[in-house]
């Protein structure tokens, strides 16, 4: 039997036109957060199925997470927290980097980010990147500097490993958090390795990609399940809700309504989530 119920989707968000939606969460008064990385912008849609612009415009965001003083921190061309009230902060920008794709949350607060070293949807050649951590007080750290195309980021139970997949390798690399080298925790399956959420008995899932499902791969990294998905691109997903067992999964067009694009999808998980600290950076 799978560990997620029947997968049904986001009516409001189903219903409006996207592209490639991104970085879903689940806010704490239920609103549900999602970008859309080529159309640009950040939105939210209410639990009464108001949808909302956060930030228009803006292109990249691969990845979301809260911040500790309230808004979002939003990856693209910098690393941005954009406060409640829509003001903006820069958290971080290197001229020689292209851009962060996927972002995470650590120990005490840090700010995982997988940062590109080329731009993969444009043809370039391939360059290693790298996962940083950046500490409250700003410290920039590298965990990984082997990582080609840094995408979903999670943490374990003990905050002891960071879980980076990486898309261009199809797989998930284990990397400690304290520093040292990188292993493989899980390949693909199929498709390849996008968005990712840790559960709280330490399993990894993650969205396949052009695999269109989601997988589940045990602390062990054994292949626990695969659940399929109504779309043909499954970009990310995550744990949400009161109980952490609500499920959201992003995708970058869907089965249902064919023209409309990407869509979130949801569902509901006997294992709950990890709940993902805030970022104080």
């Known amino acids: 039997?799978?560990?997620?119920?029947?997968?049904?989707?986001?009516?409001?968000?189903?219903?409006?036109?996207h592209t490639l939606l991104e970085g879903p969460r689940t806010g704490s008064e239920g609103e549900l957060v999602y970008s859309d990385v080529i159309a640009g912008g950040l939105f939210s849609c209410s639990p009464d199925g108001e949808i909302r612009t956060l930030l228009a415009g803006r292109r990249g965001i691969g990845?979301?997470?809260?911040?500790?003083?309230?808004?979002?921190?939003?990856?693209?061309?910098?690393?941005?927290?954009?406060?409640?009230?829509?003001?903006?902060r820069e958290l971080l920008r290197d001229a020689a980097v292209p851009g962060y794709n996927d972002i995470g949350s650590g120990p005490e607060g840090a700010l995982l980010a997988g940062e590109l070293r080329y731009r993969p949807m444009s043809g370039e050649e391939p360059r290693e990147g790298r996962l940083l951590a950046i500490s409250p007080s700003g410290e920039?750290?590298?965990?990984?500097?082997?990582?080609?195309?840094?995408?979903?980021?999670?943490?374990?139970?003990?905050?002891?490993?960071?879980?980076?997949?990486?898309?261009?390798?199809?797989?998930?690399?284990?990397v400690p958090f304290a520093g040292g080298a990188a292993e493989v925790l899980a390949t693909s399956p199929r498709g390849s390795a996008d968005g990712l959420a840790v559960d709280a008995d330490g399993g990894v899932w993650f969205a396949l990609g052009e695999g269109g499902?989601?997988?589940?791969?045990?602390?062990?990294?054994?292949?626990?399940?695969?659940?399929?998905?109504?779309?043909?691109?499954?970009s990310s997903i995550s744990f949400g809700g009161p109980d952490m067992r609500d499920v959201l999964v992003s995708t970058a067009d869907n089965a249902l309504e064919p023209d409309l694009g990407g869509t979130l999808l949801r569902a509901r998980s006997e294992v709950p989530g990890l709940a993902l600290a805030p970022v104080a950076v």
């Not at 039997?1 to 036109?17: I, N």
């Not at 080609?148 to 261009?168: E, F």
């Open 63 to 88: 990845g979301v997470v809260a911040h500790a003083d309230g808004g979002w921190v939003i990856s693209g061309r910098s690393l941005v927290h954009l406060a409640v009230d829509g003001s903006q």
């Open 1 to 17: 039997m799978s560990l997620l119920s029947d997968v049904e989707p986001v009516e409001p968000v189903l219903r409006r036109k």
């Open 140 to 174: 920039v750290r590298a965990l990984c500097e082997e990582v080609r195309w840094p995408n979903g980021i999670g943490v374990s139970p003990d905050g002891a490993t960071v879980y980076v997949s990486d898309y261009a390798r199809r797989c998930v690399l284990a």
């Open 213 to 234: 499902g989601v997988a589940r791969f045990d602390a062990a990294g054994e292949l626990d399940e695969i659940v399929e998905m109504p779309a043909a691109f499954v």
